[in-house]
């Protein structure tokens, strides 16, 4: 195999993550109980031998770079290859949801003048899957092509995701918005390391674009091929995908294609005790982390790590996220509560289907735990 | 090399632990799980790593291999360190042949290359076998108050178990008057919890004096000690009064296991500033299935449950059946416990798989262990 380097970009947001990604950026989200979003994009490349990784960083990029530290975590702290901290520019301050700013590459370019690999795989920080890309990368070097974009077809309609064009196995075009049915961009792709670098030349004019956006009157006269990923995968653009894909992590299927021996997802090591279920509480169908304390009712639900339930608290269909803590006979359902928050005795806290009630972190300040 | 340390410690981690029977088959005493996602060597590490201490010898020798690959380099504990970090020493071969090694003392002796490689003021021996929590810098600040070339960690003890212990007697300031290994009539209840500090110059010529002793076992407790008290040299004793247990048989390693289910432990695992760690695989998080029914349960890392659990304690990455019923029992990590398997008042141990319908343990009398590795054949009984 031909050396690869990977290049992540986190330096994007969406108006649609209802304020949770005031402080910090989509790719640190908190997820699955323990997971951040950017764990998947990290750990499949280090699943696929990728050694090499820059990270183009959010303008917010306090949370991110406290998850990811010197990147031991996915064995990143090394002395060939290792994590690479590339600044984002400050295109990613507005949510510009452009997930690849050729400025932010540019102004990064050591990173890809640095090395010898051949290929730069690329790809976004807000994906949930688990994906080798070793085929990808064995299909994109047998055919030759230029660049390589991993596609599938889509399930549902999403205005963030692009559209892809084939004509007889090469795209034709790219743009804004997929509609069911229709070949989804994933957000992910690799390229010969030398014609990144001749983009970054050739349209620098246009550096405040996206690449896909910058190369529209251009994909006629390059060779562009799809590689079709065919299992579970999930964008996060907005609360409501947030929510669900969270939810789907009850469905053990999913969950386990998600999190397997083979292929694990790595994410920052938290030495936390193992969660108790004290004899009062009642929990079905829900995750719950260690560190949780539990005492009341838990259903269809998802708890990050120290939270504690007391007794006679209810919660269903809901994300408690870390450290937050549900005083006896308050009710959450429906809702997504951002780290330490305190949800006092019998207070009601209901969202819906349609509509899911978001706390934002910190709005009443749990009382660290003991 | 850095700045010269003030205290390094030695970790004795070589002991098989054989009243533990099927738990230490294949591993040694140290490296047996611990309230479902610890391992016993936890502590002592974590205890150096709460008390600055950043330079830790090992001492393995029964059955290491899980034990070193657990330990690793030691960053888990925080051990990574320019000039110090965990040191694993295995016994091994000089020109002159290779021995195991023969006592707590000898163990030492031969690893004289590294006291003196770090050259620290003080060396803290500990045992790896033991849980509790303990600041070894309040011992360290006792023990050069008091002005001792060695000082004891001790703790009371019931009467009734006094025999089971090193045994001593101090005076009004705490100087160790006398010292009794397991004595038949023991004249005190101060019993040695098998933590040391000595300034080092005198240990390593006593280390020496002792290994050429041919009649010496090379024990700590048993010659190094009364050694220097007959030389009268001021032997100090630290009042230890936290929790301490050597969990040496099944009954009290289950006991302290379960004693973490209670509302309040006499010996828990939560306190943020003196954090226990471990060096834990990766799993992801614990699913509690619709078919379950928990009650009072400490549920670890990477657990899938759909069965009834009730007072029990489940390990990193098991995977808890529909209609499995488990009660009063604690499984190891990484087990499987399959469809309708009873299990009331046992152990299972680690990697090992209970399959469909399978009885285990009984109400009344001793703990059921099951050992590490095993398959429990479907429809089989084991009281």
Redesign the interface.
Known sequence: MKEVIGLITANYGTNDMQRLSDERSIASMPF???YRLIDFSLSNMINSGITAVGLITPYKFRSLLDHIGTG?AWMLDRKKGGLYILPGTTYGMSDKSDRFLLCDMRQNDVYFHRTNAEYVLVTSANIVCNMDYTPLIEAHTESGADITMVTKIAERSNKYIKKVSVEDGRVTGVKAGVERGELAFLDSFIIRRELLIQFMEWYSVKEYMDIFDILRKDYKRMDIRTWNFDGYVREIFSVRDYYNTNMEL?D?DI?GT??NEQM????K?Q?C???????E?K????????GCLIRGEVENS?LFRGVTIEKGAVIRDSIIMQSSVIKSGAIVKNAVIDRNNLIGSDMVIKGSDEDIYVMLKEQRKAK??? | MGRRKKCIAMLLAGGQGSRLGALTKDIAKPAVSF???YRIIDFSLSNCANSGIDTVGVLTQYRPFELNSYVGDG??WDFSSVDGGVYILPPYETQTGGKWYKGTADAIYRNLDFLRKFNADYVLILSGDHLYRMNYNDMLKNHIKKGAVATISVMEVLWEEASRFGILSTDEEGRVTKFAEKPKKPESNLASMGIYIFNTDVLIDKLIEDADDEESSHDFGKNIIPKLLKENEYVNAYRFDGFWKDVGTIESYYETNMQL?K?KPEFS??D?KF????N?N?Y???????T?T????????GC?VYGRIRNS?IGNGCVIKEGAYIEDSLILPDTVIEEDVKIVRSIIGEHTLVRQGARIGLREGEITVIGNNETIKKGSVKP
């Open positions: 699955g109980g323990r031991s009850l053990m969950n998600l999190f694990p997802i790595r994410t090591v030495d005790v193992p969660a108790h279920v004290y004899p509480a929990v079905k169908n829900s995750l719950i982390s260690s998802i660290k735990m003991g | 309230g479902g996602k960053e888990a289910l509302e695992m939560i943020e954090p226990i760690m471990s834990s990766i992801p998080v614990q699913y509690i299935g619709n379950a928990l009650e009072n349960c400490i549920i670890n890392n899938k304690i």
